[in-house]
C-alpha cells in the first residue's frame, strides 16, 4: 500500500545518515561513558563533542546542555527545578501550550500551591504581548514565563525577542518550549535572553527517546530525580551514547541544509494550499495556518464535515495510506477534542472536522495531490 506521511509534527523519519551513525555508535561505542578506562572515556568524548556542537548551532555554550529522553522530560525538569530551586512562586502560561507543559504545571499548582495566570492571545492563536507585560508589571513575586516558541498544532510563532525583553524588563525568568523549532529555525538563545528551551531528537530527523534542555549558565538547578552524577548531577542515568550521537547527527544536518529544505518545504506548503483551495473550495484553515509568517511545515484545515465524522474520517484516510492527525499526537489516538482549537476557534468552527499535515523533505507534490484527491474522496 502506497504511504504518504504527512504527520511530521508528531515525529519525523530518521535520515539514512543518522541511522548509519547510530548503528555505528551501537557496535562500536558500546562502553559505559561514565566508566573509566579507554574505550569508555572514547564514549564520554564523543558525546562531549556532540554536546558542544548543539551548543555552537544555538549560540550558546556546551556547560548550558544537558541530555534527557527528549523534550517532555526537559520539560518537566526545568518547570519543576526553577520551582524548587529558583524559589518561583508564580508562573505565566498559556493554555494552548503542550500537555508536557500544562499538565506539570498543573501538577505543580496543585503539589506546590504555585499561582498560575494564562495569557490572553488572538482567536488565531498568536499570544498578546499586551496582556504578558500587563501581567509581569508591577509584581514582586518569583515568576516564570512559560511560553512555547511554536505551536505544534496550528503553527503560530511566538516572538522570542520580545518576550525575552520583557522578562528580563520585569526580573522573571522565561522559559520556552522549543520542540517544534530547534532544527527547523536559526536560533541564538543569548540573543534572545531566554533562560531555559527544550528539544527533542525525534522532531528533526533524529532518534526517538533523546532530547536536551538549554539551562542558561549561573543558573542554580538541581535533580528532581535522583541517581549518579551524569550530566552533572541534573539528569541520572546511564547515557544512551548511540542516540546521543544519532541525535548529534541530525541537528548538524538540519543546520548544514537548513535554508534549502527550508524553501522545499515551504513551496510544499504553499503548492498544498493552492491544490487544496482549487479542489476543494469549501475548505478554512485554523489560526491562519495558510500565511507564510506561520511555521513553514504544519497546515491546520477545517473540512466541510461534521465533528462526528472526524474519526471515520481518519480511518478512511488511513485506509488510502495517508498519515495525518486531529491535534498532537498525545492526543490524536483519543476522541477528546484538540485543547489548543478548543481555546482558539468559535463555537460554530468547532462544529467541523479539523485536520493537521505536516510535511518535511521527505514528502513530494506527488504525495500532495494524492491527498487532495482522497480528501475529495473521503468529503464526498
Excluded at 532544527?183 to 531566554?194: L, R
Excluded at 549558565?217 to 542516540?243: C, D, H, I, S
Excluded at 500565511?291 to 488510502?320: G, H, M, Q
Excluded at 476522541?335 to 518535511?360: C, D, I, M, Q
Amino acid at each position: 500500500m502506497k504511504i504518504v506521511y504527512l504527520d511530521n509534527a508528531a515525529t519525523t523519519k530518521m535520515r539514512p545518515e543518522v541511522v548509519a551513525v547510530i548503528s555505528q555508535s551501537m557496535e562500536h561505542s558500546y562502553a559505559n561513558a561514565s566508566s573509566t578506562y579507554s574505550i569508555a572515556r572514547s564514549a564520554k568524548s564523543e558525546i562531549e563533542l556532540v554536546r558542544k556542537n548543539i551548543a555552537k548551532h544555538l549560540g550558546v555554550t556546551s556547560s548550558e546542555i544537558v541530555y534527557t529522553s527528549g523534550g517532555t522530560e526537559a520539560n518537566n525538569l526545568i518547570l519543576q527545578a526553577t520551582v524548587q530551586n529558583l524559589g518561583v512562586t508564580r508562573i505565566i502560561t498559556s493554555k494552548i501550550e503542550h500537555h508536557a507543559v500544562l499538565k506539570t504545571i498543573e501538577a505543580l499548582e496543585l503539589i506546590n500551591s504555585i499561582e498560575v495566570e494564562y495569557v490572553d492571545f488572538t482567536m488565531d492563536g498568536d499570544i498578546s504581548l499586551a496582556s504578558l507585560k500587563e501581567k509581569l508589571a508591577g509584581s514582586t513575586k518569583t515568576t516564570l514565563v512559560s511560553l512555547m516558541h511554536i505551536n505544534n498544532e496550528i503553527g503560530t510563532v511566538l516572538d522570542l525577542q520580545k518576550v525575552g525583553e520583557l522578562c528580563e524588563n520585569n526580573k522573571a525568568y522565561f522559559h520556552t518550549d522549543s520542540v517544534q523549532a530547534i532544527g527547523h529555525y536559526s536560533i541564538d538563545f543569548a540573543k534572545y535572553k531566554v533562560d531555559f528551551a527544550t528539544a527533542s531528537a525525534h522532531k528533526f530527523y533524529g532518534p526517538k527517546g533523546i532530547g536536551f534542555a538549554y539551562i542558561k549558565k549561573n543558573v542554580n538547578l538541581k535533580a528532581t530525580m535522583y541517581g549518579g552524577e551524569q550530566e552533572r548531577g541534573l539528569r541520572p542515568g546511564t547515557e544512551p551514547v548511540a542516540l546521543i550521537k544519532g541525535m548529534g547527527k541530525a541537528l548538524d544536518l538540519a543546520y548544514a541544509e537548513l535554508e534549502k529544505e527550508k524553501i522545499y518545504i515551504e513551496d510544499l506548503k504553499f503548492y498544498a494550499v493552492a491544490e487544496l483551495k482549487k479542489q476543494i473550495t469549501t475548505i478554512k484553515f485554523n489560526a491562519k495556518s495558510d500565511e507564510s509568517y506561520r511555521n513553514y511545515n504544519l497546515l491546520s484545515v477545517l473540512l466541510p464535515v461534521s465533528n462526528e465524522k472526524a474519526s471515520t474520517i481518519l480511518f478512511k484516510l488511513d485506509l488510502a495510506g495517508i498519515c495525518c492527525s486531529r491535534g498532537s499526537a498525545c492526543q490524536s489516538g483519543s476522541n477528546k477534542p484538540s485543547h489548543v482549537l478548543g481555546e482558539v476557534l468559535p463555537k460554530e468552527k468547532l462544529a467541523f472536522t479539523s485536520l493537521r499535515f505536516s510535511f518535511s523533505i521527505f514528502n513530494t507534490k506527488e504525495e500532495v495531490d494524492y491527498l487532495v484527491q482522497q480528501l475529495q474522496k473521503v468529503i464526498s
